[in-house]
């Protein structure tokens, strides 16, 4: 039966944070989504305009609402503005009995208050107590203990602190409000006594709305699936940290974390390996036309992830060993894998900062042929002089092809369909093509070839 999880929260109507963060961490980690609505916000990057509370009769309906029919195997709480509300979602976690990760919202990231200032005893008092984990953030703690906590010492003595006076099992003060290199969260274990630490490299961005969502629903998802409370939290460390790097650069304030990138990352990198699966197929059929194109250094077909996700050469699948030439016909030397192609790699890279959707190019041997083909098939083609790279161009491993794709793209006033270079001493002149997929690159060159063909009869 799939895991099932409860957010009792509000809506951010500009999506980042609150339920909608939940769902699409629950989702993302594998584990069925509902909601008990807290509060609607109207609210974007920039701030939050209005509040309308939802009746605390309803917010406790709808726990027992779910909890009787669905099920809960574990659930968290975000906003809850008003003591009724805090009070109603107490009784119904008390009834059903299921683990609770509460995230003691105070305020949104732009600093606008999440709870009425007579409910902060109410949130100490009822909510915290019944609470397996509990999340503050840096500012959250210093509330809840009456001193300023700055730095990872007073983070320790904050959760030891929350840990005795409210009784919560387990106490994170989160690091993402400090500073430092890395954003450190401080892990305290009530029973125990034990301090653990949780560390990630610290991500320079202001894209960082909902990160408190995320990761409280993240520990809660881990919890429905069974996991140990320490494995759930180390699960949402790796998750929010996926989602603060690959955040949206959305609206003009701080835009949302991105926690479907969990997903996403897994899902594009096996969809890229299917597609170039398919066009190295292609290319296996018709070996005899296309080996006739194969260079000196042989041929390779890449294909990057999405914008948002291609970062670095890892995140560009191709063909390890190359397509090479054997008895005259193209031959793929292994399965497509990531990381293996520095050459295309760069070519898509640096064209992907151009034009974003050209994810994908192979290169082929230079043939003025293929060249002029081309142009009267009406494709867009651009070279550049790799005799005018400048010398501390040269000098720089690996700046060659960008170097020399940016001439290109200059050249021809877009990303074109082709890129040519004559080559340089000891560098064997190229042509590459550049598409949308593999698929597109590959027909791009069948057309090109079976063109020069048909004008030999
Ligand atoms: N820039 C960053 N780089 C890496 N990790 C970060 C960064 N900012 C926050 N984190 C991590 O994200 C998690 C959430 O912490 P944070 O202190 O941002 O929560 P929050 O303030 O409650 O978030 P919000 O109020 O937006 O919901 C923690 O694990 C923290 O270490
Ligand atoms: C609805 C809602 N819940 C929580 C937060 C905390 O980030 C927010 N900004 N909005």
Redesign the pocket.
């Known amino acids: 039966m799939i895991p099932r999880a409860l957010t009792i929260a509000g809506l951010d109507s500009g999506g980042g944070?609150g339920i909608t963060a939940d769902l699409k961490t629950f989702h993302a980690l594998g584990v069925y989504g509902m909601v008990a609505l807290t509060a609607v916000t109207a609210q974007n990057t920039l701030g939050v305009r209005a509040v309308q509370e939802i009746d605390p009769s309803i917010v406790e309906a709808q726990i027992d609402a779910v909890a009787e029919d669905i099920g809960i195997n574990a659930a968290k709480t975000g906003m809850l503005s008003s003591s009724q509300i805090m009070e109603a979602a107490a009784r119904a976690v008390r009834k059903w009995g299921f683990p609770l990760v509460v995230?003691p919202?105070m305020?949104?990231?732009s600093g606008d208050p999440l709870i009425r200032p007579e409910a902060m005893e109410t949130l100490r008092r009822v909510i915290i107590p019944i609470a397996k984990v509990v999340?503050p953030?840096?500012p959250?703690a210093s509330h809840l203990v009456g001193f300023r906590v700055e730095t990872l010492d007073d983070a320790k003595r904050a959760a030891k602190v929350i840990a005795e006076e409210l009784h919560p099992e387990i106490v994170i003060v989160?690091?993402?409000?400090l500073t430092g290199d890395e954003?450190?969260?401080i892990v305290y274990f009530r029973d125990s006594g034990e301090y653990r630490e949780?560390k990630?490299?610290?991500?320079?961005?202001k894209n960082?709305?909902?990160?408190?969502?995320?990761?409280s629903a993240a520990i809660a998802a881990g919890l429905a699936k069974g996991l140990s409370p320490w494995d759930a939290i180390k699960l949402?460390?790796e998750l929010?940290?996926t989602a603060?790097k690959y955040s949206l650069p959305l609206g003009h304030g701080?835009g949302p974390v991105n926690p479907m990138a969990w997903l996403e990352l897994r899902a594009y990198r096996a969809d890229i390996i299917d597609e170039l699966n398919k066009a190295l197929k292609v290319i296996e059929d018709n070996a005899d036309l296309i080996g006739n194109y194969i260079p000196e250094v042989q041929s390779n077909l890449g294909y990057a992830l999405p914008a948002l996700y291609a970062r670095n050469l890892d995140d560009v699948a191709a063909v390890p060993g190359r397509i090479v030439k054997y008895m005259g016909k193209a031959k793929p030397s292994g399965p497509p894998t990531f990381g293996v192609s520095s050459h295309v790699a760069n070519y898509i890279l640096t064209a992907m900062k151009h034009g974003p959707e050209v994810r994908s190019a192979m290169n082929i041997k230079y043939d003025n042929r293929v060249i002029e083909a081309a142009r009267e098939l009406g494709y867009v083609v651009s070279g550049y002089d790799r005799r005018q790279e400048p010398p501390e161009v040269k000098a720089r491993e690996g700046a060659s092809i960008p170097w020399g794709t940016e001439q290109a793209i200059k050249n021809a006033g877009r990303v074109p369909d082709i890129i040519y270079h004559l080559g340089d001493y000891g560098k064997e002149p190229q042509i590459v093509i550049l598409g949308q997929s593999p698929i597109d690159v590959v027909n791009k060159l069948l057309i090109i070839v079976k063109r020069i063909n048909e004008k030999r009869f």
């Open positions: 944070a995230d919202v305020y949104a990231k999340t953030n840096a959250e989160k690091g993402g409000h954003s450190i969260d949780l990630a490299l610290r991500i320079d961005t960082t709305h909902g990160t408190g969502c995320s990761f949402a460390k929010i940290t603060i701080h």
